[in-house]
C-alpha cells in the first residue's frame, strides 16, 4: 500500500472513471457493525464513530484491504434532526476516520448524506435541504474527495440532494434505494435517472434495498433511460448483499425476515462475483455493496474483475482464487472443491428443511 | 467493565462452575477473520496474531463485549509441525493479546492446543506429546488461566493432550469435534467423556464440526455416559454457528458448501438462544461457539440467560431483547416484528429457490 | 343425474354463457390415462379410445361425476397426419364416448381440434387447413355441441383453426397454450384473443403449459386486449394442474420434469379452489383444467363455485366442504383439520429435503 | 393375457414366494378411488365397490395392467362394526369383482382384514376375532386364494387376527404400518415380525403409514429380528405412495397436509424404480405399495425387476422404460431426457417457493 496519500495526490473520481477505470466502493456498515456489537438496529445512527471507533477503523481497514478505493463517511442518517447536538461531532468524526484509513492506500474519501424521514410528511424543501447543507458543511471543511446522496427513495428529494451537494464544487453521486418498479411516487427507474443527471449528478445508480439481481435489474432500466434521453453519466451499484427474489416495492425492509432473520438469504462471494461480472457487462464501472455486504464481498468483486484491472487486493494474500486454497487439503474430496467448476455450479444448501424458499413480504 | 484485571484476581474457572454459574465461551475466529480478510481457508493458522494484531485484538474485543468470560489464545494449529519457526511468536503473541482484551472485562485467558494431522497415519504418542508440550511451555509461561484441548476426532489423541495439559497443573477443559455417532475410532460419546474424565479433564465437551441442535445431542450422550460410568465432570459446548442436519459422521467438513458456500446455514440469533437454552437445562454450563460464530452469537448466549446470570452483556446496549429496538420504526407492519412471537416463530426464507434445503455430503 | 340426454334438450353452451351460468370444463386425458396405463407419453395420442373405451369412459364418467358441463372428445393430435389410417376411427369412436357418458349428465360435447407440428416448418395454410377440415367432418357427421380449437401456441394458425370451426355452423371456442408473455411469433395475449374473436370465436381463453396462476395472468391480459378493442366475448381458461411459476415461454414442456418427474408440482384440491374462484372474479365462465387435472380438480372448481351456482357435483356425496369428512375422526390433531383455515393456510411439504423449489428450464 | 384363470389353475402364492419369484402387489384404492370421486376421506369406507362397481373394476385392470400379481379384495375397514348391515354385502362384491379381473391375468386374490378402531380403547380379543371372523367366512365362501391381515399398528391385535386367518388354511400374510420405531406398544420391528411368524403368518411385513425409504428400513428390522430368532418367512413390503422422511412414530396420519394437501410428497415412478430395487436387495419377493401408490408406480415396480422376472407388464406398452418415449421430440432439450441419466439424477422441484421441504407433525 502507499506509505502516504490525500486528495491531492490521488486520481479523483472523475478522472478514474473518465478513463474507463473500475471503483470499488466499500461494503456495508450498519449490518456489520449491528453484529460486531456496535450498531442498534431500528436506530441505525452512526454514533460508534466517537464511541467505539477502533471498531469503525477496523471496519474501514478491512474494506481497504478487501480492495475499496472508496471510504466512505460512516455518516448514515447523522443529520442534525436524528442525532441532534451530536450529529456535528458524528460527521467529523466519520471524515476523520475515513481519511486516517483511506490514505494507507488507494481510496478516496466520499461524504455521505441520504433521505430524510420528514419527506413523506411534508415535501419541505427549504428545511430539508438546510438539513443536508449542514452535513455538507462539515464534509467541506473535512475536504472529501467526492460527495454522494445515497438511500432516496423518492426521486424529487434525491434531486434536491443532488442540487445542495454541488454547491460544493465536488463531483457528486447520486443512487436511490428503489427496485425495477421505481421510486415511491412510481417515476420509473429510468426516469429517475434522468432526472439526477439533469440536476447535476455525474454519476448515478441504486443502493440498498435491493439484493444483486433486482439492482442491476434496475441499473439496466436506468441506462435505458438515460440513452434514451441522449444523456450520459457514469453508472454507480451497490446491492445489498442479501437476496431478495421475492421483495415488493419496499424492497427488504418488507421482508418478515428484516432484520434480524436474514441470514440464510446472505451472498456467497460467488454470488458476488457473477454480480460484479454483470454489472462490468451492462457498463456499470463504479460497484460496491450496501448492507449485508461484508469485507470477503468486496474482496469477491476485486477478485472476479482483477483480469481486467490488472492487480488483486491485499487481501487475496488470504484467499486462493475460486477455493484455490483447499488443494493442499488432506481429505481428497475437500481437495476436489478447489475449482471454480465446483463453487460456480453448487446450488447451497441451507440445512433448514423447516423453512421455505420465498417469504410474502408485510404489507 | 472491570478497569484491572488478571489471573489473580478473578475467579478461577472451575470456581466459577463448581459455584454453578454459566461461564460463556467465545465465538469462532478462523471463519470470522476469514471473511474480514486475515486467515486462508485451507490452512486456517492464525499468523494474524503478529501480521495483523489490530484485527485479532477488534475480535477478541468483540466477544468480550458480546459476554464471552474466556478468551482464547488464537493459536489453533499454531504447532511446531504446522508453523515452522514461526511457531513460537505465534503462541506467545496470542497469549499477550488474550490476556490484554481479558484484562479490560471478566474474562479468563484460556490457552488451545488441538489434534494433529500425524495422528491418523502414525499413532506416536511419544512424538504428539512432544508437539503438545512445546505449545504448553508458552502457555505456562504466559500463565494462562486454564487449558483446553480441542477438535479432537479421536479419544486415544484426547486422552494424550489431556495427560500433557495435567502437567500443567491448570484446569483441563477437552473438547471433541465428534458428533452423535462418535469418534473416528468408533468410540462413542458417552465413552469418549468417560475417557477424557478418567485422564484428567475437569470439563468437557465438544466442538466444531456440528450444528447446535446435533451438538447438543451429542452433550445428552456424554452426559448419560458419565452418569453410567458413575463420574462426575462439567459440560461444554462450543457448537458450530452452522446448521448441518445433513451431516454424516464427518461433520461440516464433507458437506459440498464447506468452506465457501456455509452463509444459507448460519444461525440466527434466535437459533442461538433456542441453542443456550437447551444446552442449559442439559445441565451444561460452559456455553460457547466454534466456526459461524460472530460476536451477535455470542451476546444471543448472554441475552437468553441473562435471567439466570443476572446482567446483559455490554453489546446489548446495541440490541433491544427480542427486536424490540424495531418497535420505533415508522412503519407499523415493522413495529410489529418488535417482539418474541414474531422472532421465535419465523421460519427464515432463504431467498434461493432453485437451491434445495439440505446436501448429500461428500464421500 | 338426467336419465336422458341430447343435444336437443340441453341448453347450448352460447345460452348457458350468455345467461351468466358458470360452465365447468373437465380435466386432462393425456397425463391422466398415461398414469393408468393408456396413453403414451411422447405420443400423446388417444388410441385408448378403441383399444380400451372402458378406460376411456370411466375417466368422462369421474369428470361428469365431479361436476364437468363439457365433454371434450378424446380427439388430442387425433388427426390424418399424426395417426395414419386409424385417425377416422378414432375421432368417431372418441364422439361416442363423449356423447354416450355426456347424456347421463347435464354435460355438452365439444369436438376439439389442436395445432399442426407441421406450421412451424412451413406455414401451409391450405393443407393445414385441409386437415382440420377431415377431423370436422367427423365432429359435424357425429352432431358435437360445439367446437374447440385449443393448445395453439401460435395465433396465425388458431385463426385458421376458428376460420374452419366457424364453417360447421356450431358455437366456437378458442384457446391457446401461451403463457403472459404471448404467442411463438411474439403476439401479445391481447393481441391474440383479438384476432381470435374477429376471426369469429365466441370464446377466447387459454389452456394447457401453464399453471393456475401463469395461466389467470394471461386471461387478465386477454380481458383487457379485448377490452381495449371495444371487442367482447366469453373467456375460457382451462390451466395445467401443475404449479409452473419457473417456466419461461415455452411452459412446462422446457421443465426438466417434464412430463415424468411433475409430482410435486400437482396442485392441491384447495389450490384450484383458489383459482376458481380467481377466474370466477376475471370474470371468467368457462373454467375447467388440462393436463395434470384429475377428476377432484374438477370437483374443487364445482365446490368453490357451489354458492354461485346453486348446486354440488355428484362427486360430492364423497367429499366434504373444506375437509370437514374429517370431524369424526378419532384422532383430535387431525379432527383440527376438519375446517377451512387449516387447509387455506396450509403450506404443503415436499418431503423432498435435496430438492429445490423451483427449476432452471431447458432451452 | 390369459383367457381365462381361477385359485385351481394357478401357482399358489406360497409356491411363487418359496420358488424365489417376485411377487407384484397392487396399489392403493382408498386414496385413488377418493380422487376419481367414489371414496370419502375420513370414512375411508369400500362401499364403492356395490355403489360404483365400474370404478372398482376399471382400477383393478388398471393396476392387473400394470403388473400385480394381486388383486386384494377392496374391504378395508368393511368389518361388520364400521358398516353396518352393508357389511356382508360388501364383502362378497368386492371379492367377486378381485375375482373376475385377476382371472384376466396372472393374479390372485387376497382376502384383507384390518385392525379395529375398539383395540385401543379395550382390548377384547374375543370380541375382535368375532369380528375377523365374520368377515373371514365371505373369504372362505368365495374361495380367496390366500388372506392378508394389513394395518396393524399392534402387534398383539395382529397376532389375534393371524391365529384367525390361519384358521381358514389359507397361506397368511401379515403387515403391520409401523415406522423403524416399532409399534404403538413400543414393539420393535423385529419382535413383531418375530410375534407373527411364531403365531403362523408365513409372509410379514409392513404396509401404509410410511413412505419407501421408511418402509424399507423398517423391513430391514424385521429381517433382522427373524434372522436373530433364527426364524424365516417370505418378506412383503406396501409402502406409502408418498415421501415421508418427516414423520414420527404415528407416520403420515399426523403430517398436517394428511389427507388433502398430500401432493408435493407423491413419489415419482423413478422414485419407485429405486424401492423396487432396494426391496429386492434387500430380500424382500412380495413388493406392492398402498395409500398413494397409483398404477403407474406398480407399473414402475414391474419394470425396474423386468430382468430379474424376464418379462415386461402388459402397460408397458404405454411406456418406453426410463423416458425412452421422448426420444422422437421434435425439441432437442426434451429428446434430451430419454435416458436413464436424466430422470435418475432428477431433483425434482415443488414449483411451490413458499413452502417447506418437511412439516412438523401434529400431535
Known amino acids: 500500500m502507499a506509505t502516504a496519500g490525500g486528495p491531492s495526490t490521488k486520481k479523483g473520481i472523475l478522472e478514474r472513471l473518465d478513463s474507463g477505470e473500475v471503483v470499488i466502493g466499500d461494503g456495508g456498515f450498519l449490518f456489520t457493525l449491528e453484529k460486531r456489537g456496535y450498531v442498534k438496529a431500528g436506530l441505525w445512527t452512526p454514533e460508534a464513530v466517537v464511541e467505539h471507533p477502533n471498531a469503525v477503523r477496523q471496519l474501514h481497514m478491512e474494506f481497504l484491504r478487501a480492495g475499496s478505493n472508496v471510504m466512505q463517511t460512516f455518516t448514515f442518517s447523522a443529520s442534525e434532526d436524528n442525532m441532534e447536538s451530536k450529529w456535528e461531532d458524528i460527521n467529523a468524526a466519520a ?54 446522496a445515497e438511500y432516496f427513495e423518492h426521486a424529487e428529494e434525491a434531486v434536491w440532494a443532488v442540487e445542495v451537494l454541488k454547491e460544493t464544487g465536488k463531483p457528486v453521486a447520486a443512487t436511490m434505494c428503489i427496485g425495477p418498479e421505481g421510486d415511491m411516487n412510481n417515476v420509473a427507474p429510468g426516469a429517475c435517472a434522468v432526472q439526477l443527471v439533469k440536476a447535476g449528478a455525474s454519476i448515478v445508480g441504486v443502493n440498498c434495498r435491493f439484493g444483486p439481481t433486482a439492482s442491476l435489474k434496475t441499473m439496466k432500466l436506468m441506462k435505458e433511460g438515460l440513452q434514451a434521453a441522449g444523456l450520459t453519466a457514469h453508472l454507480m451499484v451497490q446491492s445489498l448483499g442479501f437476496h431478495t427474489p421475492d421483495c415488493g416495492k419496499g424492497g427488504f425492509v418488507d421482508l418478515p ?105 408485510d404489507a
Request: hydrophobic letters at 35%; proline letters at 7%; charged letters at 30%.
Open 95 to 148: 471524515c476523520d476516520l475515513a481519511r486516517e484509513v483511506g490514505a494507507k492506500g488507494d481510496a478516496l474519501v466520499a461524504g455521505g448524506i441520504c433521505q430524510k424521514s420528514t419527506y413523506k410528511h411534508r415535501k419541505d424543501e427549504v428545511r430539508i435541504k438546510k438539513i443536508f447543507r449542514l452535513q455538507l458543511e462539515v464534509f467541506t471543511r473535512k475536504n472529501v474527495d467526492f460527495v454522494i
Open 257 to 361: 425476515e428484516y432484520p434480524f432473520g436474514m441470514e440464510p438469504r446472505v451472498a456467497t462471494r460467488w454470488d458476488i462475483q457473477k454480480y460484479a461480472r454483470e454489472a462490468y457487462k451492462l457498463g456499470v464501472r463504479f460497484i460496491g455493496g450496501c448492507c449485508g455486504f461484508e469485507p470477503y464481498h468486496i474482496r469477491a468483486i476485486a477478485e472476479e474483475l482483477a483480469p481486467e484491472r490488472g492487480f488483486l487486493p491485499p487481501a487475496s494474500e488470504k484467499h486462493g482464487s475460486w477455493g484455490s486454497g483447499l488443494d493442499m487439503h488432506t481429505k481428497p474430496w475437500i481437495r476436489a472443491r478447489a475449482r471454480k467448476e465446483h463453487w460456480e455450479n453448487l446450488r447451497p444448501a441451507s440445512g433448514r428443511p423447516f423453512c421455505p424458499s420465498l417469504s410474502k413480504p
